[in-house]
Structure formats: structure tokens, C-alpha cells
Nanobody
Framework: QVQPVESGGGLVQAGGSLRLSCAASGRAFSTYMMGWFRQAPGKEREFVAAIIRSTGSTYYTDSVKGRFTISRDNAKNTVYLQMNSLKPEDTAVYYC???????????????????WGQGTQVTVSS
């Protein structure tokens, strides 16, 4: 079992940058995929980005393509989300999630992930 722990959230002005980290404790090498989701007050949790641990293949939601980059450091059991050109609509609690095994479920589906972190707040001011 892998337990993700997020860090790196904070307050930033529009156009600024922030890097989130997700440390995966436990049996990290049993994890197939790591993903980032976000949830704003009054809204449902939405997919942001995901990465396959072994290959580095990535997935992004359209609204962050060209601005966000997901990466991983397998030696450190850590996944990163580099966020550039931040917009006020990026404001949300960001969650890191782990999918333990390959499935046919799309990486954009929250129910396809097995373990979730506690979340880290990202606030982008105008």
C-alpha cells in the first residue's frame, strides 16, 4: 500500500509559478500510476495530470496543457507538479493519488485510484 503526502501549496499571484511535491510512502514500486486532482469549494474533484511510474508517460487535462508539468523521481518515491502561468481559476485544494495496478479505467477517473493524500491548498490571486 502507498500513502501519498502532498506539500508545496501556497499563495501566488496570477502568472506566477508553484511546484507541488507528492511523497509516496510504503511500497512505492508497487504503484502503477500517480495522479493529481484538484477541488475548489462547491465544485467536484477534477483531474489535473497523471504519470505512469515505470515509463514516465503523462496525461493532462486540457486546461493545464502547456502550463503544468508532471514528473517523477522514482529513486525518491516522489512525484512533482510544476505549475507555471497560474490563473485564479487554478485555485483549489490539490490532491495526489496513487493507482496500484493497471486497469482499463481512464487516468482521468478519480475512482480508479486507490490511495489519496490529504491535499495542499493552492491560492492564485488576481
Amino acid at each position: 500500500q502507498v500513502q501519498p503526502v502532498e506539500s508545496g501549496g501556497g499563495l501566488v499571484q496570477a502568472g506566477g509559478s508553484l511546484r507541488l511535491s507528492c511523497a509516496a510512502s510504503g511500497r512505492a514500486f508497487s504503484t502503477y500510476m500517480m495522479g493529481w486532482f484538484r477541488q475548489a469549494p462547491g465544485k467536484e474533484r477534477e483531474f489535473v495530470a497523471a504519470i505512469i511510474r515505470s515509463t514516465g508517460s503523462t496525461y493532462y487535462t486540457d486546461s493545464v496543457k502547456g502550463r503544468f508539468t508532471i514528473s517523477r523521481d522514482n529513486a525518491k518515491n516522489t512525484v512533482y507538479l510544476q505549475m507555471n502561468s497560474l490563473k485564479p481559476e487554478d485555485t483549489a485544494v490539490y490532491y495526489c493519488a496513487a493507482r496500484n495496478f493497471w486497469t482499463r479505467v481512464e487516468p482521468t477517473t478519480a475512482d480508479g485510484y486507490d490511495q489519496w493524500g490529504q491535499g495542499t491548498q493552492v491560492t492564485v490571486s488576481s
